[in-house]
Structures are given as structure tokens and as C-alpha cells.
T-cell receptor
Framework: SAVISQKPSRDICQRGTSLTIQCQVD?????MFWYRQQPGQSLTLIAT?????????ESGFVIDKFPISRPNLTFSTLTVSNMSPEDSSIYLC???????????FGPGTRLTVL | TQLLEQSPQFLSIQEGENLTVYCNSS?????LQWYRQEPGEGPVLLVT?????EVKKLKRLTFQFGDARKDSSLHITAAQPGDTGLYLC??????????FGTGTRLKVLA
């Protein structure tokens, strides 16, 4: 299994600013994912981040708004740019294990935009 | 767009009762997973089912994958307060994407 940490765990930000969320895995993984979740609701995939290539974004999410970095096999960042109150959500990163049937999640970052 | 609908959306039961959560889709998945999530934490994988018709048991939890690999169910026997949480199914596509279900919030009262 993989242990995943995220920083910050929560933040309150002003409209128009940007926040970068960090995701650290305790082992090397090929695929990492970023999700958004409204409290108590389902997860929506934002993008897939593979080391050495650009992130692949899902419909409705664009690189200018959610730039992602994946500098090595244990680390990734997601930036939420030019934030608005609609961006208030929980942002989760995950990593795929040795099997594509394994996925491990970080604890999430709770973002509130005022 | 691939969707996974879960039912019920909310469930509040007494300790000791049995319950079943359903996860339905019109799409076929390579495999299907069930997660449980508690407040302030990320989802934790409970089980993965791969073969159509497959049944897996995890203590008091029984998971079944539909024959056509489009749907799944989670049955909990003699629910306990520790089972409280958000249950999410997730279908794995052929391109290794995870499509999450709409979620079922379970509360087990002591």
C-alpha cells in the first residue's frame, strides 16, 4: 500500500488568489490523480498526472485553471488559480498502486474561497 | 458520459440491522471497487471485484458484481456504529480511469 500526505489540510482564501496543494507519496508510483469532492458527495476526477508528461484533464477542467506539476514519481502539485467561491471544495490526490485495481487516497485539502 | 448511480442516497438504521447498497450503470467496467470514507479523510478501498457474477466477502460485508459487469451491490449484515460513513462505488474503465458513484451516506445508530 501507499501512504499519501497532502498540504495544506485546509485553507481559507480570498477571491482572485491562487492556492497550490502538495501531494507526497511514500513510494514511487506511475499514475497520480486529482479529484474534487463536495462534502458528503461523490468524487469528480480533475486530471491524471503522469511523471514526464503533461497532465490529462477531464471534460470541464482546463490547465489554465488547474495547472498540475509532476516532477518525480513521489510528488505532485495542483494549483487552483484565480479562485472564486465556486472553487470551494475538498481536493483529493490519489496514487495508483502496483495493480490498476489499487488506488490510495490522501486525506484531502478543504478549500474555502471567500 | 459514464455514470454510476447509487441507491439509496441516505440510510439511517439501528445497530444489528441488515442493509444493501446498490450501484448501477449502463456502462460496462473492467472492474468495480467499493470505498468507505469518513469525515476529514480520503476514501479507503474495501474491495475490488473483477469477474461478472463475482461475490466477495469481507467479514460482515458481501460484495457482488453483476453478470454483465454494469452493476454491483454491497450488503452489510448486522450493521455496527463503526460502519457509519460514506460508501462509494467506482467503476474502472478500460483506460484505467475511475468513475465514482453518487455515494451512499450510512448512519448506524447504537
Amino acid at each position: 500500500s501507499a501512504v499519501i500526505s497532502q498540504k495544506p489540510s485546509r485553507d481559507i482564501c480570498q477571491r482572485g488568489t491562487s492556492l497550490t496543494i502538495q501531494c507526497q507519496v511514500d513510494s514511487q508510483v506511475t499514475m497520480m490523480f486529482w479529484y474534487r469532492q463536495q462534502p458528503g458527495q461523490s468524487l469528480t476526477l480533475i486530471a491524471t498526472a503522469n511523471q514526464g508528461s503533461e497532465a490529462t484533464y477531464e471534460s470541464g477542467f482546463v490547465i489554465d485553471k488547474f495547472p498540475i506539476s509532476r516532477p518525480n514519481l513521489t510528488f505532485s502539485t495542483l494549483t487552483v488559480s484565480n479562485m472564486s467561491p465556486e472553487d470551494s471544495s475538498i481536493y483529493l490526490c490519489s496514487a495508483q498502486g502496483d495493480s490498476y485495481n489499487e488506488q490510495f487516497f490522501g486525506p484531502g485539502t478543504r478549500l474555502t474561497v471567500l | 458520459t459514464q455514470l454510476l448511480e447509487q441507491s439509496p442516497q441516505f440510510l439511517s438504521i439501528q445497530e444489528g440491522e441488515n442493509l444493501t447498497v446498490y450501484c448501477n450503470s449502463s456502462s460496462v467496467f473492467s472492474s468495480l471497487q467499493w470505498y468507505r470514507q469518513e469525515p476529514g479523510e480520503g476514501p479507503v478501498l474495501l474491495v475490488t471485484v473483477v469477474t461478472g457474477g463475482e461475490v466477495k466477502k469481507l467479514k460482515r460485508l458481501t460484495f457482488q458484481f453483476g453478470d454483465a459487469r454494469k452493476d454491483s451491490s454491497l450488503h452489510i449484515t448486522a450493521a455496527q456504529p463503526g460502519d457509519t460513513g460514506l460508501y462509494l462505488c467506482a467503476g474502472v474503465t478500460g483506460t484505467y480511469k475511475y468513475i465514482f458513484g453518487t455515494g451512499t451516506r450510512l448512519k448506524v445508530l447504537a
